[in-house]
Nanobody, 117 residues
Framework: QVQLVESGGGLVQPGGSLRLSCAASGIIFSMYTMGWYRQAPGKQLELVATISRGSTTTYANSVKGRFTISRDNAKNTVYLQMNSLKPEDTAVYYC???????????WGQGTQVTVSS
């Protein structure tokens, strides 16, 4: 059974930081591109960042320079370090695992991030 379990969300003031974690089980983690997506109320799901098997990263323009995605294949975990948070970063953040070759795609349950004073 595949599970992606996110943690680390919460309430933070503007300018603050949070680190999200996503622990994967039931998959060969190193075979997957990992990603973080977010969905704000009333808005579409948005790609935040991805990290490939070889640790190549991509970021949405809105988070470049503020967020950093990383992975630890020994711990089957992907992280999203979020700095200089803004109210517009408020959303539910979802972890995604996409196999590099076959059609295999999994999602976590989401973790709420709220940026507010």
């Amino acid at each position: 059974q595949v599970q992606l379990v996110e943690s680390g969300g919460g309430l933070v003031q503007p300018g603050g930081s949070l680190r999200l974690s996503c622990a994967a089980s039931g998959i060969i983690f190193s075979m997957y591109t990992m990603g973080w997506y977010r969905q704000a109320p009333g808005k579409q799901l948005e790609l935040v960042a991805t990290i490939s098997r070889g640790s190549t990263t991509t970021y949405a323009n809105s988070v470049k320079g503020r967020f950093t995605i990383s992975r630890d294949n020994a711990k089957n975990t992907v992280y999203l370090q979020m700095n200089s948070l803004k109210p517009e970063d408020t959303a539910v953040y979802y972890c995604n695992a996409k196999h590099f070759m076959i059609s295999s795609n999994f999602w976590g349950q989401g973790t709420q991030v709220t940026v507010s004073s």
